[in-house]
């Protein structure tokens, strides 16, 4: 790999960041519309499942000739495009999750009978617009940021990745929001409901006696 293979790496990082905004543009146009555009919202999706097979194919690729611990430029380089091919496939796929409730919000919306104006579906369909958008934001500034620091003084971004952190960076990167905490069956019955708590069997007790 040579200085103007490293360039030419750089500028995959760039024409894939290029991509990921035009989705995020898309995603934007779709939100002042009216009502959902459930053709050109299909499009993006299908746009964001072919770049993602682009990433996953980036990010598992071998270059036989580098060494994990060699610190020559173009080795540097290869390593550090290849963890952020990882990073923006994590992304743009917590992007397309997210767009999913927009899909399944516009089906909703034409199925709802009365006025579209006022569905409990819109919102959630802008919200997840609106959520896809985020994440492709993210996910553009990051590919730029590593794009731009393939050689020299390690960017913050990839250094996250090489410490005590990076379990956590990666786990915040897939999840947004604290897990729903269930419901108790007497909340989930109905406040009149009477909750019968059924013996435990007999593997079970057995299981507590062996631990007394």
């Not at 069956?185 to 435990?200: M, N, R």
């Amino acid at each position: 790999m040579t200085s103007s293979t490293i360039e030419t790496q750089s500028q995959w990082l760039l024409g894939t960041a290029g991509n990921l905004h035009a989705f995020r543009e898309e995603l934007w146009r779709l939100y002042t519309y009216r009502d959902p555009q459930t053709v050109r919202l299909d499009a993006v999706l299908t746009g964001m499942t072919q770049v993602q097979q682009t990433l996953l194919a980036n990010s598992t690729d071998e270059y036989d000739t580098v060494a994990l611990d060699s610190t020559k430029p173009e080795d540097i380089a290869w390593r550090r495009c290849t963890v952020a091919y990882a990073y923006a496939g994590l992304l743009n796929a917590k992007a397309i999750l997210r767009l999913q409730p927009a899909v399944v919000s516009a089906t909703l919306i034409r199925l709802t009978p009365g006025p579209a104006y006022a569905s409990p579906h819109r919102l959630a369909y802008f919200k997840s617009l609106s959520a896809g958008q985020e994440v492709l934001d993210e996910a553009v500034w990051k590919l730029r940021e590593a794009a731009e620091h393939l050689t020299g003084p390690e960017p913050e971004l990839l250094k996250a990745f090489t410490g005590d952190a990076a379990f956590r960076m990666v786990r915040s990167a897939a999840v947004t929001a604290k897990p729903a905490q269930p419901s108790t069956a007497q909340k989930a019955a109905g406040a009149d409901a009477v909750v019968v708590v059924a013996p435990p069997s007999r593997a079970a007790s057995a299981r507590a006696g062996a631990r007394r």
